[in-house]
């Protein structure tokens, strides 16, 4: 990816296909609540701009999120989020969960593509 110094872009990358990038806690409630009124599972990928392995995943997350349009997929920027994020314990980035309902059901620490996948399955 270029870097010419502009931050601004590294959003881009983390929420391509259809992925929803959360930078505020209202947008958050908001989806869950969309979700929840169309019966979606939510799987929220906590991440960082910064965070190598967080990079490598983005773009099998995004692919999914075309493939499985049942599935609303959100990238919670962990940076921006600070307070929020601690509220969910994240250890690393990133940190995938799955919510039904607004509850979580599932969790993958780690950027492990295979595994993502087969959750996604599930």
Same mark, same amino acid.
């Given at each position: 990816?270029?870097?010419?110094?502009?931050?601004?872009?590294?959003?881009?990358?983390?929420?391509?296909?259809?992925?929803? *990038?959360?930078?505020?806690?209202? %947008? !958050? $409630?908001? /989806?869950?609540?969309?979700?929840?009124?169309?019966?979606?599972?939510?799987?929220?990928?906590?991440?960082?701009?910064?965070?190598?392995?967080?990079?490598?995943?983005?773009?099998?997350?995004?692919?999914?999120?075309?493939?499985?349009?049942?599935?609303?997929?959100?990238?919670?920027?962990?940076?921006? *989020?600070?307070?929020?994020?601690? %509220? !969910? $314990?994240? /250890?690393?980035?990133?940190?995938?969960?799955?919510?039904?309902?607004?509850?979580?059901?599932?969790?993958?620490?780690?950027?492990?593509?295979?595994?993502?996948?087969?959750?996604?399955?599930?």
């Amino acid at each position: 990816s270029r870097n010419d110094g502009d931050d601004s872009d590294h959003h881009v990358e983390f929420a391509g296909g259809n992925v929803n *990038l959360i930078t505020t806690k209202e %947008s !958050w $409630d908001q /989806k869950l609540a969309d979700a929840r009124r169309d019966g979606k599972i939510v799987i929220a990928n906590f991440s960082a701009s910064w965070c190598g392995p967080c990079r490598m995943i983005a773009p099998s997350y995004c692919e999914l999120s075309e493939k499985h349009p049942s599935l609303m997929f959100l990238t919670v920027d962990v940076d921006e *989020l600070t307070e929020f994020s601690a %509220s !969910w $314990d994240i /250890k690393a980035t990133p940190t995938f969960f799955f919510l039904r309902d607004g509850q979580q059901v599932d969790k993958l620490v780690g950027a492990n593509k295979p595994e993502l996948q087969r959750k996604e399955l599930l």
